[in-house]
């Protein structure tokens, strides 16, 4: 089982609607999320850091959930421009001492 | 924003080169870190360093080398490329705790290897 997991999708998302997608990981010791944007062949971008009660920066809604350990990431009125691959990253070990990528969770939206 | 450059953007050369992808920050991170990832695909941690003289190996075997002589400054290299490693590089760093900081992103190297 890989450390941190997401669905691949792609998730084809009409423009204006809602999009939601979570990220798995697997150990309990975790401490630091964060989602990541990536565009094709460009360079991943800091999207936003999950905190433990849940965050929202504009359209966008992290959730961090430590019981069933996903973290979820929200996008509300979603805009042409939010079609990239979302990467989920989580620091792996008690001592905080490594960040993991998740694979990526490709998203299209669509006029 | 963190200002982490890379050099070069995009490199096609021929096998046995020896190369080195420069990698510099200004903003004084002490954590620095290199990736591989092909198209399409996950992220591969390769190599990272907690500061000057500090190197360490990633998740991903690499056939590659660095080193951390200044603060600012993380080059990898290749001693005899192959096309096995064709790849983009991205370099990264971070401040403060390994994980409790994001990391910032160059660019990215896209290296083709003939």
């Known amino acids: 089982r890989k450390e941190v997991e997401q669905d691949p999708g792609p998730f084809n998302v009409p423009e204006g609607a809602t999009v939601a997608f979570n990220c798995t990981y697997s150990?309990?010791?975790?401490?630091?999320f964060f989602w990541y944007r990536q565009d094709c062949r460009k360079e991943p971008k800091l999207l936003m850091s999950v905190y433990s009660s849940g965050n929202e920066d504009g359209r966008f809604t992290a959730q961090l959930n430590r019981a069933s350990q996903y973290i979820s990431l929200l996008i509300r009125d979603s805009k042409l421009s939010d079609s990239a691959t979302y990467l989920c990253?989580?620091?792996?070990?008690?001592?905080?001492?490594?960040?993991?990528f998740g694979g990526g969770t490709r998203v299209l939206v669509k006029p | 924003e963190a200002d982490i450059y890379q050099t070069p953007r995009y490199l096609v050369i021929g096998t046995g080169k020896k190369i080195t992808l420069e990698c510099s920050q200004t903003?004084?991170?002490?954590?620095m870190y290199w990736y591989q990832q092909d198209p399409g695909m996950e992220l591969h941690l390769i190599h990272y360093?907690?500061?000057?003289?500090?190197?360490e190996k990633g998740d991903l075997s690499s056939e590659s080398t660095v080193s951390r002589i200044r603060t600012e400054h993380f080059p990898l290299t290749l001693e005899s490329a192959r096309p096995s490693h064709t790849s983009q590089y991205l370099c990264?760093?971070?401040?403060?705790?390994?994980?409790?900081?994001?990391?910032?992103f160059g660019d990215g190297t896209r290296l083709s290897i003939l």
């Open positions: 360093s907690y500061g000057v003289n500090s190197t």
């Open positions: 990253v989580v620091n792996i070990g008690a001592a905080g001492n490594k960040l993991t």
């Open positions: 903003m004084g991170h002490d954590k």
């Open positions: 150990n309990s010791a975790s401490q630091s």
């Open positions: 990264a760093s971070s401040e403060g705790g390994w994980g409790n900081q994001p990391q910032h």
